[in-house]
């Protein structure tokens, strides 16, 4: 059965870094891309960039350009987030999942890890 695992999340003081793991275990669907997602206590799950399966392209919302970086490596069925100068806006609960790349958007199609927690004090 197929999941996905996040880690690497934790506490950190503002303009902190972190690095966030997603491993694919057991996939055999096709997807177009990896997307990174968050969400904070009482808003919605916000998407925060994505990585192109092919070729690797990426691609972030505007609130974390500069900050985020996604990496992957294939053989290991593992995608990263790279964070940097984290600020306090940034916490929230980190999510992976898979999709298909729509007008270059990576449109989740309904398979999520647990998470991992990311809380950035001031």
């Known amino acids: 059965q197929s999941h996905l695992v996040e880690s690497g999340g934790g506490s950190v003081q503002a303009g902190g870094s972190l690095r966030l793991s997603c491993r694919a275990f057991?996939?055999?669907?096709?997807?177009?891309?990896m997307g990174w997602h968050r969400q904070a206590p009482g808003k919605e799950r916000e998407r925060v960039g994505h990585?192109?399966?092919?070729?690797?392209?990426?691609s972030y919302v505007d609130s974390v350009k500069g900050r985020f970086t996604i990496s992957q490596e294939p053989d290991k069925n593992t995608v990263y987030l790279q964070m940097d100068s984290l600020k306090p806006e940034d916490t929230a609960m980190y999510y992976c999942?898979?999709?298909?790349?729509?007008?270059?958007?990576?449109?989740?199609?309904?398979?999520w890890g647990r998470g991992t927690q990311v809380t950035v004090s001031s």
């Open positions: 057991g996939v055999t669907y096709h997807y177009d891309c």
């Open positions: 990585i192109n399966k092919g070729d690797s392209t990426t």
């Open positions: 999942a898979p999709g298909d790349l729509i007008d270059g958007k990576c449109l989740a199609f309904g398979y």
